[in-house]
């Protein structure tokens, strides 16, 4: 079974950036398509990235896009998200997910993002 831990959140201006790192710990991390969602206050947990277990499939929501960049490490053991051009309405804590299929293996504790002036 694997679990996941991620990192790297905090406080950001408009316009700036953070990068996020998931590190998996406890099962064979290559096999598992990754995600990465988003939880604001009062919304709905909402899926922001994806990538297949080698790298080669990479996904985005729309309002993300050209922003936002996935990338894993299999070596590592470890998924990322680095923001850029961050936005306020991009607030959210953040979660990685170990994904087989339509099974959801694990979820992070999630890291919380905050876009601020």
């Known amino acids: 079974q694997v679990q996941l831990v991620e990192s790297g959140g905090g406080l950001v201006q408009p316009g700036g950036s953070l990068s996020l790192s998931c590190a998996a710990s406890?099962?064979?991390?290559?096999?598992?398509?990754m995600n990465w969602y988003r939880q604001a206050p009062g919304n709905q947990r909402e899926w922001v990235a994806s990538?297949?277990?080698?790298?080669?499939?990479?996904n985005y929501v729309d309002s993300v896009k050209g922003r936002f960049t996935i990338s894993r490490d299999n070596a590592k053991n470890t998924m990322y998200l680095q923001m850029n051009s961050l936005k306020i309405e991009d607030t959210a804590v953040y979660f990685c997910n170990a994904r087989i299929a339509t099974h959801d293996a694990a979820w992070g504790q999630g890291t919380q993002v905050t876009v601020s002036s």
């Open positions: 406890g099962s064979a991390f290559s096999i598992y398509t």
């Open positions: 990538i297949s277990p080698g790298g080669g499939i990479i």
